[in-house]
């Protein structure tokens, strides 16, 4: 089988542009692939390459856009934030404690075996363990059974809001149907087949982590008779072949998308954008409107952070706009904002992130520190260097933690290393970890049920950290119930403001990442889990 190379940075932006090197690599690779065919081919570099394919295991974002491509869902959000039927309808009882789901026709997994309402259900139940969202429908939800091949039967044992947008949520982690036999995988193990119902199949024959990805249009696949909108309605394929290739060096990237041997770049570097935009060729459009979280996350189970004292200073030496300003550079595509729900949104407020928005606690930072009972433990930080948009928080962080008197010990690796890694709950001398730093779409972060970060859960379906705090819980339970936006308001306050006083976990800003394109590329959907591969066409 033929391998990529591990591409080489060329001596200037402008010399692959007369260079025949690369075009001809790239056509070998696709020509050599054993199931390649004529047709139309989208060639795109994403973010960071993909390694774990398993959408149950993992809420990173590659492994989530794998899934859109693989997998569908019950139903979806559009973009007025509505949630709308996908694979089935739905129907709530008169006391709001039932909702019955009905499949449409024509679902099929990619082996050709009907989709049916147990294998649903037992997709939910699977998604319902892992997923913050899920873990808390589930503390509602009195059974869950198939009634009948077609039927999904979901009872509560009390009055719930969220259900719908809990099975319509659009981001990490999602809940994607998959065969019964799949989604009985044991908790944290991952599934051995890479079987959806979903508008494209995985090219398992292909894939080579760390190199390519390879994705064929379902035919079988009967999309929605509605528009595409977000991750519902119609997703109708109108491509042959998509194949992911990676590119760690963001330079040999764009180069390659200037010169037409890749179509698509979800993440061009901020301090190339320029060049990005001055070339008539090619698109350049935020998709993600609402931005993401950056933000820092700390292990509670090991020394030191799993003191108070210790998780404060380290929140008061921090500061969002030396990190914005290292990781974006450009105040046009960043925000500084303490909200834990993200800006411009009606849980929005500033409570308890005064020092990381002004950039004045480290003074504070050092007597705090000082007086914990710090013994000189060092920090040990993962920081990936092969993701644009995660390069900069773990040096920038590093350098003001060791300011305020931590030893830091930075190690480098990739995010795909990190997404592995953040797992284990060893100690850090046994390959474990202290601190790593991610991004949440805004959607992921929107509330206190949808924002796994602010979780207190602990080893029991805790996020990464694995913070236990019952009283977190209990806010995040009396927000569940609650049956007004004032009342809403209020407790999403009053979650930020614990979340701040316990650090479970640190806010560095929102940011907005365009993504660009060759303009022969038409119908690329916005959203805020892009990006997606259905809609859009490809002219030669």
Not at 92 to 112: A, E, P, Q, V
Not at 192 to 199: A, D, L
Not at 272 to 297: I, S, W, Y
Not at 481 to 496: F, G, H, M, N, V
Request: proline share 7%; glycine share 8%.
């Amino acid at each position: 089988m033929f391998h990529f190379p591990r591409w080489k940075r060329p001596t200037t932006a402008s010399s692959v542009r007369g260079s025949i090197s690369l075009p001809i690599l790239l056509a070998a690779a696709v020509l050599a692939s054993p199931a390649f065919a004529a047709g139309k081919t989208i060639t795109a570099v994403l973010h960071s390459d993909l390694r774990v394919i398993d959408p149950g295991i993992t809420t990173a974002y590659i492994t989530r856009n794998h899934g859109y491509m693989v997998y569908d869902t019950l139903v979806a959000t559009d973009s007025n934030f509505k949630i709308q039927p996908q694979m089935a309808d739905w129907k709530i009882s008169n006391d709001k404690l039932t909702y019955t789901f009905t499949l449409r026709d024509g679902l099929k997994w990619h082996d050709g075996a009907p989709v049916t309402a147990e294998d649903c259900v037992a997709s939910l139940q699977r998604w319902g363990k892992a997923d913050g969202m899920g873990q808390k429908l589930m503390d509602f939800v009195a059974s869950l059974e198939a009634t009948d091949p077609k039927t999904i039967t979901l009872k509560l044992k009390e009055p719930y809001g969220l259900v719908l947008e809990s099975l319509g949520k659009p981001s990490s982690l999602v809940p994607f149907m998959m065969p019964k036999r799949l989604a009985e995988t044991p908790a944290g193990k991952a599934i051995p087949e890479q079987i959806g119902s979903g508008p494209f199949k995985f090219v398992q024959a292909e894939f080579q982590p760390g190199v390519k990805a390879v994705y064929e249009k379902n035919r079988d696949y009967v999309p929605r008779k509605e528009p595409a909108s977000w991750t519902s309605g119609g997703k109708v394929v109108k491509v042959d072949r998509v194949e992911w290739v990676t590119m760690p060096d963001a330079q040999t990237a764009l180069n390659a998308l200037q010169s037409g041997d890749i179509d698509f770049m979800e993440n061009p570097p901020f301090d190339l954008l320029p060049v990005v935009e001055a070339n008539d060729e090619l698109k350049v459009e935020t998709l993600n409107k609402f931005g993401f979280q950056t933000l820092g996350r700390m292990n509670f189970l090991h020394p030191p952070f799993d003191n108070v004292k210790v998780r404060r200073a380290a929140l008061l030496a921090l500061n969002q706009k030396d990190v914005l300003d290292a990781l974006i550079g450009n105040p046009k595509y960043y925000k500084i904002c303490g909200a834990v729900f993200v800006c411009d949104t009606p849980l929005a407020t500033e409570v308890g992130a005064e020092t990381l928005v002004k950039g004045n606690g480290m003074a504070e930072a050092k007597k705090l520190l000082a007086e914990s009972g710090y013994d000189g433990t060092p920090i040990v930080i993962m920081a990936p260097g092969d993701v644009v948009t995660l390069k900069a928080q773990p040096i920038v962080s590093a350098q003001l933690l060791r300011q305020a008197g931590f030893k830091v010990d930075v190690q480098a690796t990739d995010w795909q290393t990190v997404v592995t890694r953040r797992a284990s709950q060893k100690p850090p001398k046994e390959g474990g970890w202290n601190m790593f730093f991610t991004n949440w779409v805004g959607a992921d972060v929107q509330n206190p049920i949808a924002n796994v970060s602010v979780g207190g859960r602990g080893k029991n379906g805790g996020w990464f950290g694995w913070a236990e705090d019952a009283k977190m819980e209990q806010l995040r339970d009396a927000f569940a119930r609650a049956s007004t936006p004032d009342e809403q308001k209020k407790l999403a306050t009053d979650i930020q403001k614990h979340n701040y006083e316990q650090v479970i976990y640190i806010p560095l800003g929102q940011y907005f990442a365009p993504s660009a394109w060759r303009k022969s590329l038409t119908g690329v959907l916005d959203g805020p889990a892009t990006p997606v591969f259905w809609n859009i066409d490809k002219t030669n």
